[in-house]
């Protein structure tokens, strides 16, 4: 940026207008949720393939999720992509108050989804559902009385994979959630001074972006864990 010039009010030295400015912020956000992409889709494939070796056994375990927590959770995260979308829409417009209302808003959505997170994974500790460490999976009487000793002792390895891929995405997603509420406080601190205006909002827009990606993982989490042949 110009010398002594602030960010905020004018562009950086090595571009020419904000519109270049914003552009080149926005394909390197493009870029970033690109390689974002590929780290969740090896989580994806790793689950897919884990699936189709143990779709029984992946089903019963899902059952142990709460479906009502994980819809609410859907909600949530669908209520943070629309008011983030407000928050950029804002600060396209320099209104700073609605700026920080909605910035504020989506925090507070991001918590109560980071909340009852923690709401679940503490019913998992006090079922004995941790991967690896303490894991007890009771297989429900009505398949455990069809099933041999060593069929019986699959099924409880394959409800352990279960899990294990569970905790891996869900914490992973969860990661990415709480560095983006972070990156909101840190948004909004700029905010309340009134640093975003019709030239300068690129920050805002490129989180956007992040948060709405994030959101749509857990888009498809939900199904793939909750849903996904439940009723097996």
Known sequence: MASGVPAYEAPAHHFESWEQQREASSLGMWFFIAQEMMFFGGLFTVYLIYRMRNAETFALASSELDVMWGGINTAVLIASSGTMAFAVRAA????????????????????GFVGIKAIEYTAKFSHHLIPYWDFDFHVPDAYAAEMTPAELDKTKRGAEIFFGVYFMMTGLHALHMLIGMGLIIWLLWHAVKGRYNRNYHNPIECFGLYWHFVDLVWIFLFPLLYLLGRNI
């Not at 396209?92 to 209302?101: D, E, G, N």
Request: aromatic share 4%; net charge positive.
């Open 92 to 111: 396209q417009m320099s209104k700073t108050k609605p700026l920080v209302i909605f910035l504020v808003l989506t925090l507070i959505l991001g918590c």
